[in-house]
């Protein structure tokens, strides 16, 4: 009966949802790439001047950038002008005081019609839609429309923006001046690429504070140069020796530190490249 | 995308910054005759707006014009906020916009 102590456990302990190891494993990974795919989905306020002014980076699936984060998913606030209506979709332009932004919604059943015409010229909206940005246009591709009727919403969506601004650069921030231990935090996803970028040489300034600029330092700055970080066998050790004027032995010596840290990695013979150089 | 022409979020106090400049602000219309209406702005100061049609007395209006002079603004366009508004949080978000917040807005 229930007395057998070791049924008991049994029970408790495999049929009772309790923590298998193997169930404990299968349900991280789906929940990391969840939480990836949360952060990179999420809904930012912004203006359109951010998004005027949001960096592009280098990669081909040409996202934005803001305060460190990529964007996709918006939202804003603004005056609806130069409405037209089209079978297929609806265009205008969104003007949120800071800048205009042509935006689109495509009609996929009756009902996205009806709220087309809901939109109406000089109207204060607020949109949530997709931000595209394809050969240097950046337009916004709706895919929700609200016609404000509370203006206190316009006020309080600004200082929205101000608020997750303030927020995104303070991590941003927080991530820079981290010690190394941080990096596998969880906000580090959300890190854009300068984000990122940073950490290694913080971690060896903040090591050698008190020495001269430590040779670790020197060397990511070097292998950093935009002409080192193209090429892909990456910088040969008599180079950087050289252009550092340190000798080879201290060289070595500062390299290996960086490679048992993961900053560097030797790639063929006596060159080394930086992980970040992309 | 166009961010050359911005109306820039402003109290009273900011107009003189921006004169003959594109701004925006919120007033509570006071009086109203001949299409110049007297109205009040988040910081409690007069202001003479030009342009405008007649508009509900009272209510909180949204002004887009011209700063005209330090207490006058030519109208573009014109939007009735109601009767509700929120004018502390709105000046807050003027001086912010101006402030330490300018790179968002202008």
């Known amino acids: ?143 929700h429309f609200r016609p404000v009727t509370d203006f206190n919403e316009v006020a309080s969506h600004f200082i929205d923006c101000i608020h997750v601004h303030l927020h995104n650069s303070r991590i941003r921030n927080s991530v820079l001046n981290q010690q190394p231990g941080m990096n596998s935090a969880p906000i580090t996803p959300t890190m854009g690429y300068q984000a990122q970028v940073f950490p290694p040489t913080n971690h060896f300034s903040d090591q050698h504070v008190n020495g001269q600029k430590s040779a670790e330092n020197m060397i990511l700055d070097f292998l950093h140069l935009p002409a080192n970080r193209s090429r892909n066998e990456g910088v040969h050790r008599d180079h950087i020796a050289q252009h550092l004027q340190i000798s080879l032995e201290k060289l070595m010596l500062a390299m290996k530190s960086l490679i048992d840290e993961g900053a560097v990695y030797e790639t063929i013979a006596d060159h080394y490249k930086s992980i970040i150089n992309g | 995308m166009d961010t050359s022409n911005p109306a820039v979020f402003v109290n009273a106090q900011l107009i003189p910054n921006f004169i003959g400049k594109r701004v925006r602000t919120v007033v509570q219309v ?38 005209e002079s330090s207490n006058s603004i030519d109208a573009e366009l014109w939007t009735d906020f109601g009767n509700t508004f929120d004018t502390n949080s709105f000046n807050q978000l003027c001086q912010l916009a101006n402030g330490e917040f300018k790179g968002l807005f202008l």
Not at chain 1, 22 to 34: H, I, M, Y
Not at chain 1, 45 to 69: E, F, H, M, R, S
Not at chain 1, 109 to 132: C, Q, S, V, W
Request: glycine share 8%; charged share 20%.
């Open chain 1, 1 to 143: 009966m229930y007395s057998n102590s070791s049924q008991f456990d049994g029970n408790a302990a495999f049929s009772g949802g309790g923590f298998m190891p193997s169930q404990a494993t299968q349900a991280t990974d789906p929940s990391l790439v969840t939480s990836k795919n949360r952060d990179a989905q999420s809904l930012l306020p912004l203006t359109v001047k951010q998004i005027y002014d949001a960096l592009q980076t280098n990669d081909d699936k040409a996202n934005l950038i803001v305060d460190g984060v990529d964007i996709n998913n918006v939202t804003l606030i603004g005056r609806v002008c130069n409405k037209a209506e089209r079978v297929t979709d609806v265009t205008f332009v969104l003007d949120d005081g800071t800048g205009k932004i042509e935006c689109n919604k495509w009609f996929h059943e009756a009902a996205d019609t009806n709220e087309a015409e809901a939109i109406l010229e000089g109207m204060y909206a607020r949109l949530h839609g997709h931000l595209k940005n394809f050969q240097g246009k950046r337009t916004l591709n709706i895919f």
């Open chain 2, 30 to 67: 006071n009086q109203y005759s001949g299409g110049v209406a007297t109205a009040k702005s988040t910081d409690d100061s007069q202001l003479t707006i030009k342009g405008l049609p007649q508009v509900p007395i009272m209510n909180f209006i949204e002004v887009i014009g011209i700063a």
